[in-house]
């Protein structure tokens, strides 16, 4: 098994469960804010393609940065 192999059932497709859970989320902008490509990430989704653990990470890390960003963006402008 590969050093970052993570254990998933054939057919488990992690990336489309992710965003199942948040449909507010669009995929087309996460790749584009990340750069990759929306076709790709697309795939990854629709599970016709697996992505990597590594790709895995990247997209989670994105994830978590702009969930970071979100949570210190204000709407009402602080003094």
Do not use: C, W
């Not at 993570?6 to 965003?19: A, H, M, R, S």
């Not at 948040?22 to 795939?43: C, D």
């Not at 890390?61 to 979100?70: A, C, I, N, R, S």
């Amino acid at each position: 098994m590969a050093k970052h192999a993570i254990k998933t059932l054939p057919g488990e497709n992690l990336v489309g469960e992710f965003f199942a859970r948040f449909p507010e989320l669009n995929v087309r902008q996460i790749a584009q804010g990340m750069g990759m490509n929306e076709t790709l990430l697309q795939q990854y989704v629709n599970g016709k393609k697996r992505p990597s653990f590594e790709r895995l990470l990247e997209i989670e890390d994105y994830v978590h940065k702009l969930g970071t960003e979100l949570s210190q963006a204000n709407i009402i402008p602080k003094e």
